[in-house]
């Protein structure tokens, strides 16, 4: 087995990439992030000083950054589910989502719920308003988008959908999607029925106890 990831369970960017690897059955080692074994954290900050995860390492080489690492899966480990089309021109819209994800879903998310973890005098009240506003802009531009499409590219899962999922699973338990969002709501839905993503759900259940803002009782 060569490939190696650096993630934790619960970690949304990681769970990206766990779905991407689940989609094609791809055998790895999951070096599993945690306080009682700190050496795994030593490796981790050795092979990346920026200390973000998921981090591969494929047969010595070094893969940061969860969009880049599905690329570089479906470059030198590809399966039966092509998750960036061979088409540049498809590609570039499957590119374009998967930013809108990372930029504008899971940032604000990760905004809100880093801020409920720091001491009371240094949170940051306006930036978390900001990015709650962010978020119900994100909602309503995406409920548009999904209106006629059942992926978020289109017709077929793609890498924009490996991000989506664990981004909309935290962000409405971090902001709630509101009624006003119909499509969003149903495209979470079949997100969290698509098998690659149910196992990693499954997966992070133990840890939902840790969800700094309280977990709800569903999904
Ligand atoms: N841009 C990175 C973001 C990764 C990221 O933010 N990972 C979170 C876990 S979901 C993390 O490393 N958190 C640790 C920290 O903020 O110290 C990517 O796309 O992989």
């Known amino acids: 087995m060569t ?6 369970p619960f970690s949304s960017y990681c769970q990206k990439v766990l779905v991407a690897l689940y989609e094609n059955r791809t055998p790895f080692e999951f070096r599993a992030l945690s306080h009682e074994n ?22 010595g080489r070094t893969v ?9 899966l479906g470059l030198y480990h590809p399966g039966p589910t092509h998750l960036l089309p061979e088409d540049a021109r498809t590609a570039l819209e499957v590119r374009c989502m998967d930013r809108f994800f990372d930029n ?9 719920v880093a801020d409920s973890l720091r001491p009371e ?9 900001d990015a709650r506003a962010m978020l119900d802009t994100a909602y309503g531009w995406l409920n ?3 209106a006629d499409r059942e992926w978020a590219a289109g ?12 981004f909309l699973f935290y962000a409405d338990w971090t902001h709630r999607i509101g009624s006003a969002f119909p499509h969003v709501i149903a495209y979470r839905q079949r997100l969290l029925a698509r098998p690659s993503f149910a196992r990693a759900v499954d997966e992070a259940r133990p840890y939902r ?3 700094p803002l309280g977990a709800p009782d569903r999904d």
Do not use: N
């Open 3 to 8: 490939l190696k990831l650096y993630a934790h």
């Open 64 to 72: 940061v950054e969860a969009s880049i690492i599905i690329e570089h």
């Open 38 to 59: 700190p050496q795994v954290m030593e490796e981790l900050v050795a092979l990346w000083p920026m200390k973000r995860f998921p981090v591969l390492v494929d047969a």
């Open 144 to 146: 548009g988008i999904m």
């Open 155 to 166: 017709d077929d899962f793609s890498l924009a959908d490996c991000g989506a999922a664990p």
């Open 209 to 211: 106890p840790l969800f």
């Open 121 to 129: 005098t240094e949170r940051d009240p306006r930036g978390v308003a």
């Open 104 to 112: 504008y879903l899971s940032t604000p998310q990760q905004k809100i």
